[in-house]
């Protein structure tokens, strides 16, 4: 009796352990996201930031060099993030969120005497997802679907746990939820499925064509040096100038969930072309550039993009074929299908709840 009786104190023990590791990744995931969407909108709300490119670049580049040994490497991409935004660079937010995410699951464990491992980095890896587009559910798919973490079966409530943990504190500090609303007045037909088969199609391959292009500059410098550096950014940098001339800094450059509207498909269709082809060419340079963050909101953009440029083509103007070219592109560009599925699924029925 005393034997187990000791044993389900040792459990509630651990699972407080867990909780309060929980809440505070996600506090600190939030807290990250919160000042990347502050910066990201005064960035496009200032063209002339994008002056500051390559200094920018420059200035993450020597970041990275003086201060990004093993131990504070997830902290030093934060502000190097939190730099690329800044200068408008057309970059994500969530691949040092989630970095960040581990790092801090693994000391907090580590701080309260519990080992870590696997089951941290899984807890940091989904209150940063969760926490970052404010999808507990995707988040909790990212992690089955990536192929490191293997969750069991009992990993099932801190899963849960933390997964609502992030939710509530991103919606506590009011960040703005990756949320889709289909129109009702959408006529289902035929024509209908095959044009929205048929933007997810053509987003899903363009997605492919910018990671060639990425892979590509990649190639040609496994490392590029100081030089290499500022040219790619002075390249972005032209290349965000001549776009906001022809279509406005909120198309191309950093972006927050609040892009997504109806109001792309009101751009015509020799526009939204080039938008597609200036958001690739851009994020490529951009990543190859060293602008920290990640690729999940801009392959989002490129997807929604290329779904408006097939909806105005077809003589539609109907938010679905963007909503699904997002998701397709998302889910060829970054391999991850189930959790692009979940995250349509969740952004789509959390306008009901």
Same mark, same amino acid.
């Given at each position: 009796?005393?034997?187990?009786?000791?044993? #389900?104190?040792?459990?509630?023990?651990?699972?407080?352990k867990w909780?309060?590791?929980? #809440?505070?990744t996600?506090?600190?995931?939030?807290?990250y996201?919160?000042?990347?969407?502050?910066i990201?909108e005064?960035a #496009?709300?200032?063209?002339?930031?994008?002056?500051? =490119?390559?200094?920018?670049?420059a200035?993450?580049?020597?970041?990275?060099?003086? &201060?990004?040994?093993?131990?504070?490497?997830?902290y030093?991409d934060?502000?190097?993030?939190?730099?690329?935004?800044?200068c408008?660079?057309?970059?994500?937010?969530?691949?040092?969120?989630?970095?960040?995410?581990?790092?801090?699951s693994?000391r907090?464990?580590?701080? =309260?005497g519990?080992?870590s491992?696997?089951?941290?980095?899984m807890?940091g &890896?989904l209150a940063?997802? +969760?926490?970052?587009?404010?999808?507990?559910?995707?988040?909790?798919a990212?992690?089955?679907?990536?192929?490191?973490?293997?969750p069991r079966?009992?990993?099932?409530?801190? #899963?849960?746990v933390?997964?609502? &943990?992030?939710?509530a504190?991103?919606?506590?500090?009011?960040m703005?939820?990756?949320?889709?609303?289909l129109?009702?007045?959408?006529?289902i037909?035929?024509?209908?499925?095959?044009?929205?088969?048929a933007?997810?199609?053509?987003a899903?391959v363009?997605?492919?064509?910018?990671v060639?292009?990425r892979?590509?500059?990649?190639?040609?410098?496994?490392?590029f040096?100081?030089?290499?550096?500022?040219?790619? +950014?002075?390249?972005?940098?032209?290349?965000?100038?001549?776009?906001?001339?022809?279509?406005?800094?909120?198309?191309?450059?950093?972006?927050?969930?609040?892009?997504f509207?109806?109001?792309?498909?009101?751009?015509e269709?020799?526009?939204?072309?080039?938008?597609?082809?200036?958001?690739v060419?851009?994020?490529a340079?951009c990543?190859?550039?060293?602008?920290?963050?990640?690729?999940?909101?801009?392959?989002?953009?490129?997807?929604?993009l +290329?779904?408006?440029?097939?909806?105005?083509?077809?003589? =539609?103007?109907?938010?679905a074929?963007?909503?699904?070219?997002a998701?397709?592109?998302l889910? &060829?560009?970054?391999?991850?299908?189930?959790?692009?599925? =979940?995250l349509?699924v969740?952004?789509?029925?959390?306008?009901?709840?």
């Open positions: 009796m005393r034997f187990a009786f000791s044993g #389900i104190k040792i459990m509630a023990l651990d699972s407080t909780i309060v590791a929980s #809440i505070l996600s506090a600190a995931c939030c807290l996201a919160f000042v990347i969407e502050s990201s005064f #496009i709300d200032c063209s002339y930031l994008l002056l500051a =490119m390559p200094v920018g670049a200035v993450i580049m020597t970041i990275r060099r003086r &201060c990004g040994f093993k131990g504070v490497k997830a030093v934060v502000v190097a993030t939190w730099v690329s935004h800044f408008g660079a057309s970059v994500g937010k969530e691949a040092v969120g989630i970095e960040l995410g581990k790092d801090l693994r907090v464990l580590k701080r =309260m519990m080992r491992g696997r089951k941290s980095d807890l &890896c940063a997802f +969760s926490s970052l587009f404010s999808t507990p559910i995707s988040g909790i990212f992690c089955i679907e990536e192929r490191e973490f293997k079966l009992h990993d099932i409530p801190m #899963i849960v933390t997964a609502a &943990c992030a939710f504190f991103s919606r506590l500090v009011g703005r939820p990756l949320r889709f609303a129109a009702a007045d959408d006529r037909s035929f024509r209908f499925f095959i044009l929205v088969f933007s997810a199609a053509f899903g363009v997605s492919l064509g910018y060639k292009l892979k590509l500059i990649a190639s040609r410098s496994e490392k040096d100081s030089e290499d550096v500022i040219l790619l +950014s002075i390249a972005a940098l032209a290349l965000s100038f001549v776009s906001f001339n022809v279509i406005g800094n909120r198309y191309v450059n950093g972006l927050s969930v609040s892009f509207s109806c109001q792309t498909l009101g751009l269709a020799g526009i939204l072309l080039f938008s597609i082809l200036a958001k060419v851009l994020t340079l990543v190859s550039a060293g602008f920290a963050g990640g690729e999940f909101v801009p392959f989002l953009v490129i997807g929604f +290329s779904g408006a440029f097939v909806a105005r083509l077809a003589g =539609m103007n109907s938010i074929m963007p909503v699904f070219g998701f397709a592109s889910a &060829c560009g970054k391999k991850i299908p189930y959790t692009s599925f =979940m349509l969740e952004s789509l029925l959390a306008n009901f709840l």
